[in-house]
Every structure is written in C-alpha cells, then in structure tokens.
C-alpha cells in the first residue's frame, strides 16, 4: 500500500505559479511511477504529467507543455509539479497518483493502483 498526499494548490492569478507536492509512504514508494491528474468542474479527469521512478523519464500533457515540469526527490519521497504561466482554464482539482506496471508515456489514468485525495488549484483572470 502507498498512501499520498498533495499539498501546495491555491488561488493564484493569472501567469503566476504554484508547485504542487505530492508525499508519498507505505511500501516502497521510491519504486513507482508518479502521475499528476486534474478534474475541472463538469469535466473528466485528465492527465498532465508524469515521471519515471528514476526521474529520468518525463511526460508532460500538451496543454502543459513550456509551462509544467515534474520531478522527483526519491530521498523524500516526493514527488512535484511546478506549474508556471498559469492560465484560468487550469483551475481544477489536482490529483497525484501512483503505479508500478505502466508503460511510458505514462499517461494512463485506470493503469494507476493509488491515487492522494486532491489539492483545489484556483487561477483568476
């Protein structure tokens, strides 16, 4: 079992920046594959970015792409997403998941086995 947690959302305006965090315990944790998932009010949930267990191998989704970075720090237990230029339509809940069996990209939501409870991301205009 890996439990996780986000923390780091927040309003924030226009072209700002946030970094989300994800910590993660339990068993092993160092050994998964992290992914960040956001959900808009009256839209599914979708993927934004993800990272290797070795924080070599990233993703990120287009709408993320020169503005979104994941990394990891394997010695914490964590992992983050640095979100810069933020835009109103990336207000969401976003959601930090984990998974072991997942081929790169990464990018697949039902192949994810533990997911955090989600940290609300507010961009104003």
């Known amino acids: 079992q890996v439990q996780l947690v986000e923390s780091g959302g927040g309003l924030v305006q226009a072209e700002g920046s946030l970094t989300l965090s994800c910590a993660a315990s339990?068993?092993?944790?160092?050994?998964?594959?992290m992914g960040w998932f956001r959900q808009a009010p009256g839209k599914e949930r979708e993927f934004v970015a993800s990272?290797?267990?070795?924080?070599?191998?990233?993703y990120i989704a287009d709408s993320g792409q020169g503005r979104f970075t994941i990394s990891r720090d394997n010695a914490k237990n964590t992992a983050y997403l640095k979100m810069n230029s933020l835009k109103p339509e990336d207000t969401a809940v976003y959601y930090c998941?984990?998974?072991?069996?997942?081929?790169?990209?990464?990018?697949?939501?039902?192949?994810?086995?533990?997911w955090g409870q989600g940290t609300q991301v507010t961009v104003s205009s």
């Open positions: 998941a984990a998974g072991v069996d997942i081929s790169y990209p990464f990018d697949s939501m039902q192949d994810y086995d533990y």
């Open positions: 339990g068993r092993a944790p160092r050994r998964y594959i």
């Open positions: 990272i290797g267990w070795s924080g070599e191998d990233t």
